[in-house]
């Protein structure tokens, strides 16, 4: 089977900075778009990065300029460098990808839009 594993999260004050990492573990093959996504008390999950298996990066509009997505392919792993941060970031951040390929046994099995269990980013004022 295969899991992604979110860490880095915490505690930090208005204007710090955390680096949250997101590692694939099992017997991966491929991994498409990975992303980050958020979710308050009391709101919705919303998108925060993605970056696709090429590189390529979308952000929403209220952490431009101040999150940085990247990927490490070799290590199945997916970073969200966090700065400038605010008391309105704080919220569960969930690992995500659209799909995923693994070995199961002699065979391919894939996961659609798989998600992480979370780790939580609390900035104080």
Not at 36 to 62: C, F, H, M
Not at 75 to 93: C, F, G, I, R
């Given at each position: ?53 090429g ?10 300029g ?17 700065n ?42």
């Amino acid at each position: 089977q295969v899991q992604l594993v979110e860490s880095g999260g915490g505690l930090v004050q208005a204007g710090g900075s955390l680096r949250l990492s997101c590692a694939a573990s099992g017997r991966i093959f491929s991994i498409n778009t990975m992303g980050w996504y958020r979710q308050a008390p009391g709101k919705q999950r919303e998108l925060v990065a993605t970056i696709t298996s090429g590189g390529i990066t979308n952000y929403a509009d209220s952490v431009k300029g101040r999150f940085t997505i990247s990927r490490d392919n070799a290590k199945n792993t997916v970073y969200l460098q966090m700065n400038s941060l605010k008391p309105e970031d704080t919220a569960v951040y969930y690992c995500n990808t659209d799909s995923i390929a693994y070995y199961s046994g002699s065979y391919y099995q894939y996961k659609y839009d798989y998600w992480g269990q979370g780790t939580q980013v609390t900035v104080s004022s």
